[in-house]
């Protein structure tokens, strides 16, 4: 049974940072592509981010691009997103996300089978 499990989310001030984690079970973490997507209230869910397992080639959202790094420890299963500068409008739930196999589309949802339960977060200003 595929988990992810988010973690990270919280309350934070315009300006600040925060580092999401996505612990991972039940797949083979290392060879597949992982994404971060975010959805607001009201909103569609968007892609956010997205990092693939052999050359390590990551993917960004041009309203995060510059602000937000994603990144991945095979050895412990884990994909992290570190978001820095934050803006009000980045609050949203932030889902980790795990296609089962490499398709070379990763800013779709609909390319990924495994989802989180997302985690919130929320930018004052």
């Known amino acids: 049974q595929v988990q992810l499990v988010e973690s990270g989310g919280g309350l934070v001030q315009a300006g600040g940072s925060l580092r999401l984690s996505c612990a991972a079970s039940?797949?083979?973490?290392?060879?597949?592509?992982m994404g971060w997507f975010r959805q607001a209230p009201g909103k569609e869910r968007e892609f956010v981010a997205a990092?693939?397992?052999?050359?390590?080639?990551?993917y960004y959202a041009d309203s995060v691009k510059g602000r937000f790094t994603i990144s991945r420890d095979n050895a412990k299963n884990t994909v992290y997103l570190q978001m820095n500068s934050l803006k009000p409008e980045d609050t949203a739930v932030y889902y980790c996300?795990?296609?089962?196999?490499?398709?070379?589309?990763?800013?779709?949802?609909?390319?990924?089978?495994?989802w989180g339960q997302g985690t919130q977060v929320t930018v004052s200003s």
């Open positions: 990092i693939t397992w052999s050359d390590r080639n990551t």
């Open positions: 996300a795990a296609q089962k196999r490499q398709r070379g589309q990763y800013d779709y949802w609909g390319q990924y089978d495994y």
């Open positions: 039940g797949l083979t973490f290392n060879s597949v592509p």
